[in-house]
Nanobody, 121 residues
Framework: QVQLVESGGGLVQAGGSLRLSCAAS??????MGWFRQAPGKEREFVAA????????YIADSVKGRFTISRDNAKNTVNLQMNSLKLEDAAVYYC????????????????WGQGTQVTVSS
């Protein structure tokens, strides 16, 4: 397993932007995913990127507004969130699994502690 630490959450007005980062320990041969969970809702897939950065998948709910990228030299994965909406408010988690990404949270075996994103009107 790999240790993951998220950062970059906070309070932003609707329409604004935030950039989340996830720092990973160990080797970089992990696919990384971002998930989010709002109160009373199930954990939801947001975006994922394979270990090389060559394949990316973005959930329809955030497509065109969120982008995911990684820097394997720094062992970090970023989630750039633009045009934030009220419904984007949640705790955001990064997760890791070997090599190839998945969109199901149960297929990831390493998780960060989460970072809160709050969107105000």
């Amino acid at each position: 397993q790999v240790q993951l630490v998220e950062s970059g959450g906070g309070l932003v007005q609707a329409g604004g932007s935030l950039r989340l980062s996830c720092a990973a320990s160990g080797r970089a041969s992990y696919a990384m995913g971002w998930f989010r969970q709002a109160p009373g809702k199930e954990r939801e897939f947001v975006a994922a990127i394979d270990w090389s950065g060559g394949r990316i998948y973005i959930a329809d709910s955030v497509k065109g507004r969120f982008t995911i990228s990684r820097d394997n030299a720094k062992n970090t994965v970023n989630l750039q969130m633009n045009s934030l909406k009220l419904e984007d408010a949640a705790v955001y988690y990064c997760a890791a699994r070997p090599l190839t990404y998945r969109t199901t949270w149960s297929e990831y075996n390493s998780w960060g502690q989460g970072t809160q994103v709050t969107v105000s009107s």
